[in-house]
């Protein structure tokens, strides 16, 4: 094919991105905000205790993480169009089965397996493929297409309500099932792996543009350490303590935050409309924070978005009318928008590229493990105390935590040889 004729062609990395964000929009969309909305009717009809039903979404991270290990795997050898029509359908199958459940040992099974691994198809083949599709304008990419899951977090969870008051649970759930089944092995469809698929290159440019980028001089670059290397220095541990920060604040409180309110004596669409502004609010945190960044560095803006943490968390503990609730939302999200892109930039900024997906992959277990923590023992401090209290002042510290933390990473003194 002629270059001319190359340029005339549409660029379907343009397609991959729009279906990189449906499958966000649908998949974390429902996943992650949707769980409050539900909480509270499954501990009216069932009577569980708020530990026990919010172990199965801690459950869901863990297995979402070391699943999401072999779906890259996957997507490297078999394409990520067939990874998000096979496995992203579990998330589809796990909202069906769960509006079939009648006990607590069928709930935590199927939203943590059934669940934990359709959402494990929802980052790495995705975000794999938008980094193979775009080189010059990768950044901004793929924080479109996470842009799916706050506007997806705003959408679902006053949704979610209505078909709830409307329908019962139990339809709700079936719904978002064939929502999620549809949506995601639609867009999944759309999907391909490596642009010259498709007889294209990167960013829609010639076969000479991406050389160009490719033989550019390294002498910027820095290859960093090996996991080997890293594991034996005081930054590996540091990076991970991070992780289990943002991870551990993220997943407690976007667990809790809807019954919270509905605590506070507000409804159940109260507590969706939070939780969507919370989510929504991620969408700025995840755009803003990164072109401050730009600016100012990774990890100054890291600091700024864990100082924000601990901040609004203070401010939740009296957050008792429904302005101070929004507020809450609105701050909260923001911090954990910035904290989720910055993570990955930081990541790369401390060690370097020689093994970046592998770091990320690690890391991701500590993330996981302290959001399985956190969402636990939330439920369990509101056991046994009748309040989240506690949960907030632990919030705060661990952010606290993170602040110290960022404070002592340094950058890779390794150089391009």
């Known amino acids: 094919m002629s270059r001319d004729a190359r340029k005339s062609q549409f660029f379907y990395g343009y397609v991959v991105i729009a279906a990189g964000f449906g499958i966000w929009f649908i998949g974390w969309g429902t996943f992650t905000p949707c769980f409050g909305v539900f909480f509270k009717p499954l501990l009216t009809e069932f009577g569980w205790t708020r530990a026990a039903t919010t172990l199965a979404y801690s459950l869901s991270f863990l297995v979402q993480a070391a699943v999401a290990i072999v779906m890259g795997w996957l997507t490297d050898r078999i394409g990520p169009r067939a990874v998000l029509t096979v496995f992203g359908s579990f998330l589809g199958i796990c909202y069906v089965l769960l509006s079939q459940i009648t006990a607590l040992w069928q709930f935590q099974i199927t939203y943590a397996l059934v669940g934990g691994i359709g959402v494990s198809t929802l980052t790495v083949p995705v975000m794999a493929t938008v980094s193979r599709w775009f080189i010059k304008r990768r950044g901004l990419m793929i924080g479109i297409v996470q842009a799916g899951v706050s ?67 390294p002498t910027s670059l820095n290859p960093g350490l090996c996991l080997r290397e890293a594991i034996r220095t005081s930054q590996f541990w540091i990076m991970a303590g991070l992780y289990g920060s943002f991870g551990f604040c993220r997943t407690t409180f976007t667990a809790h935050i809807a019954v919270q309110v509905q605590d506070l004596g507000f409804t159940l669409f109260d507590g969706a409309n939070v939780l969507a502004v919370l989510t929504a609010s991620s969408m700025i945190g995840r755009i803003g924070m990164g072109r401050v960044a730009d600016r100012i ?73 302290a959001a399985t923590f956190g969402s636990y023992i939330a439920g369990h401090i509101f056991d046994v105390t009748g309040n989240y209290q506690q949960a907030f002042w632990a919030g705060i510290g661990i952010s606290v935590l993170g602040i110290v933390l960022a404070l002592l990473l340094k950058s890779s003194e390794r150089k391009a040889m």
Do not use: C
């Open 151 to 217: 506007i997806g977090g705003f959408l679902f969870p006053p949704f979610s309500v209505w078909l709830i008051l409307a329908h019962g649970w139990r339809t709700a759930y079936a719904i978002l099932g064939i929502i999620a089944l549809v949506g995601i092995i639609g867009a999944g469809l759309f999907l391909r792996r490596d642009p010259r698929d498709v007889g294209q290159w990167p960013d829609g440019g010639s076969e000479e543009v991406v050389k160009d980028i490719a033989q550019a001089p």
């Open 297 to 369: 560095g990774n990890r100054p803006a890291f600091i700024i978005s864990f100082a924000a943490t601990a901040i609004i968390l203070g401010w939740g503990l009296i957050a008792h009318s429904l302005w101070r609730l929004y507020l809450f939302a609105l701050v909260f999200g923001f911090a954990w928008g910035a904290q989720a892109v910055l993570r990955f930039a930081v990541t790369s900024e401390v060690f370097g590229m020689v093994s970046l997906g592998l770091f990320m992959g690690v890391f991701a277990f500590a993330e996981s493990g």
